[in-house]
């Protein structure tokens, strides 16, 4: 699955180096197996994105991007989509991708990060329950889950990294539930591919017939 991933980044057109940040000795060796770059980092972080800083300290990068190694389904373009929201304004952070649900199933499953946006596309919270929720079953609704991926620039990733974990984060365990607990922005782009985060048994079957499928042209 690591490998999967490591090559949908690597194809993104925005992306210019890849490097899987692990404190696994076996994500480790996999990596250096299939020729990828992989740094072993301490094993005492608590979110991926500790993890990444760790990395990006020692990076001389104005970008850097957090794919999350359980989407082996990413469509390059989303990094490249959610690197195009921080280059065109100056003033973003840290973006991240939303895509529809459209498997009903997906709304009440707690495994399925769900998000909600204000009109410009800026999270106002992620959460593991069914929002939002649908008071009035006439109201047009659209329910968009969150891709496991962020752009954060660099010096804001290192200070973000080392904030404090709040409520709200550790209630839904959701790392990125600290940056707008703190007050930080995340703004937010709508991808039309579909993404499948492996969070299950069941998720990671789904994928193997994915990736088994014959492609259609």
């Known amino acids: 699955?690591?490998?999967?991933?490591?090559r949908r980044a690597a194809a993104a057109s925005s992306v210019s180096r890849v490097i899987v940040a692990t404190d696994d000795l076996r994500v480790f060796e996999a990596v250096r197996a299939f020729g990828g770059e992989v740094v072993?980092?301490?094993?005492?972080?608590?979110?991926?994105?500790?993890?990444?800083?760790?990395?990006?300290?020692?990076?001389?990068?104005d970008l850097i991007v957090n794919v999350q190694g359980d989407e082996p389904l990413l469509a390059p373009t989303m990094i490249d989509d959610a690197v195009a929201a921080c280059v065109t304004?100056?003033?973003?952070?840290l973006s991240t991708v939303r895509s529809r649900i459209t498997d009903p199933a997906e709304i009440a499953s707690p495994a399925v990060v769900k998000v909600v946006t204000d009109l410009r596309g800026r999270a106002l919270y992620f959460t593991r329950a069914a929002v939002p929720f649908l008071r009035d079953p006439g109201t047009p609704v659209t329910w968009y889950k969150h891709v496991g991926?962020?752009?954060?620039?660099?010096?804001?990733?290192?200070?973000?990294?080392?904030?404090?974990?709040?409520?709200?984060?550790?209630s839904e365990s959701l790392e990125q539930l600290r940056a707008l607990e703190h007050g930080h922005a995340i703004m937010t782009v709508e991808s039309r591919h579909e993404a499948?985060?492996?969070?299950?048994?069941?998720?990671?079957?789904?994928?193997?017939?994915?990736?088994?499928?014959?492609?259609?042209?």
């Not at 699955?1 to 490591?6: K, L, P, R, S």
């Not at 304004?89 to 952070?93: A, L």
């Not at 998720?203 to 994915?210: A, F, G, N, Q, W």
Request: proline share 8%.
């Open 1 to 6: 699955m690591i490998e999967h991933v490591y």
């Open 40 to 61: 072993m980092t301490s094993p005492d972080h608590r979110t991926g994105s500790e993890r990444v800083a760790e990395v990006a300290a020692r990076l001389d990068a």
């Open 89 to 93: 304004d100056p003033s973003v952070m």
């Open 149 to 170: 991926l962020y752009v954060y620039r660099r010096e804001f990733l290192l200070a973000f990294a080392a904030l404090a974990p709040t409520p709200l984060e550790l």
């Open 196 to 217: 499948l985060g492996v969070d299950t048994p069941d998720d990671l079957e789904r994928v193997r017939r994915l990736l088994a499928a014959p492609a259609i042209s």
